[in-house]
Structures are given as structure tokens and as C-alpha cells.
């Protein structure tokens, strides 16, 4: 048998039992930050809606009367609900 070679059984030399034991796996490198991509230095955020949901449908036709982008909608969504939080925590409102 060439050296190197794993085999499983007794040895017939000294009566112990070998196993055959894979090579370990090499080790995974770790997982870089993704930095390119369609948009870069841009971040998702985003959101799944059934779309019978009156709430996501009201959206689609809030984009389709004002003729601005969800993107655009969603930006001054986000801005007024972290204002109304901000006042709260600053006016004492809740």
C-alpha cells in the first residue's frame, strides 16, 4: 500500500484496530463585509406585505397619485415616525 494511504481494519503487526479518519476540512475564511453589489454605499430596507393589505395597497396608490417613488415615500415615512418618537422621548409624550 503507498504511503499515506488510510486504510480501516486490523493490523495484522499489532493487533490494533484502525479507522479510517477523513482529512479535516480546511478552515472557512470568514466572511467579508459586502461592499459591492448594484448600489453601492447605498442600504436595503424593505419590508414584505401580503398584497391584499389595505395598508400596502393604500402605498401603491399613494405612489401611483403623487407620482413619487416608493423610495420617496418611504424616506419621509421613516423621517415623521422617528420625529414623532424623538418629540415623545423629548416632550415627555407617549
Known amino acids: 500500500m503507498p504511503a499515506g494511504t488510510r486504510r480501516s481494519g486490523t493490523d495484522a503487526a499489532c493487533g490494533e484496530r484502525r479507522c479510517h479518519r477523513p482529512s479535516p476540512a480546511p478552515a ?5 463585509a459586502r ?48 420625529a414623532k418618537y424623538d418629540a415623545e422621548r423629548q416632550f415627555g409624550r407617549s
Open 35 to 82: 461592499t459591492g453589489g448594484k448600489r453601492p454605499g447605498k442600504y436595503h430596507l424593505g419590508a414584505y406585505f401580503d398584497p391584499a393589505d389595505p395598508s400596502a395597497e393604500a402605498f401603491r396608490v399613494l405612489a401611483a397619485r403623487t407620482r413619487r417613488s416608493h423610495q420617496e415615500l418611504l424616506a419621509e415615512a421613516i423621517a415623521d415616525l422617528v
Open 28 to 32: 472557512e475564511k470568514p466572511a467579508a
